[in-house]
């Protein structure tokens, strides 16, 4: 068996869902299919069904606050095993302020635990989640966590309580020249707003760059 191409891809699943889909290929070779989220269930069906793509390799999430729109992308990977090369990618973009998506698990049963992972992980809610058990409950995080780890909007504890370690430019570590100000990346806290300050440092600390400790005097510039 051949591998599926996009051209074709494209005509199934326009023919299938009555709509002009985006399909395009990825680095691989792979069609990927954009879907809105309302036609997602019908557009798991055809690709099981009519493509015959009866593996499902893996379900997930990225977040992507600043697209247009922006949102959370759910990307499903399904194949033929039968013929790992018959394979497709399933997208589409949804609310970041509410995700929900019809769950697959009534098509692949083994698609359960991607579900859970990316519910736990990114706050999507799969409805109609069935896998003969107590539902959406917790896959990697302990009970009672809060909180979605996986969103870039995510505060990570361990980048509050200490500096964050990445690469040092002149003038980072208090000596040498000054660096140009980076952007943060994401999980690190503004120092003017995390953690514990003395009092009068409130704006030192907001004056710190993003890998600088709140207070830490600058450098020497020559005269």
Do not use: C, N, Y
């Amino acid at each position: 068996m051949t591998a599926l191409r996009a051209a074709a891809v494209a005509d199934i699943f326009a023919t299938g869902l009555g709509i002009e889909v985006a399909v395009a290929a990825d680095a691989a070779g792979t069609p990927v299919v954009d879907v809105p989220v309302e036609r997602w269930a019908e557009a798991a069906q055809l690709a099981r069904d009519v493509l015959e793509l009866d593996f499902v390799d893996w379900l997930s999430a990225v977040d992507e606050p600043e697209a247009d729109p922006a949102g959370i992308d759910v990307v499903l990977h399904v194949a033929d095993s039968r013929a790992i090369t018959r394979r497709v990618l399933l997208r589409t973009r949804l609310d970041a302020a509410a995700p929900s998506l019809p769950s697959l698990t009534g098509r692949w049963p083994g698609v359960a635990w991607h579900e859970r992972e990316t519910h736990e992980m990114f706050g999507v809610l799969f409805e109609d989640f069935r896998d003969g058990q107590a539902g959406l409950r917790p896959l990697l995080l302990p009970e009672g966590f809060e909180g979605t780890p996986l969103r870039k909007s995510f505060v990570l504890a361990a980048r509050v309580s200490k500096p964050w370690p990445g690469a040092k430019e002149p003038g980072e570590g208090g000596s040498g020249a000054p660096s140009r100000r980076k952007a943060r990346p994401p999980g690190v806290p503004d120092p003017a707003t995390w953690g514990p300050h003395e009092a009068g440092q409130a704006d030192q600390a907001g004056q710190a760059g993003p890998f600088e400790q709140p207070g830490q005097p600058g450098p020497v510039t020559p005269q």
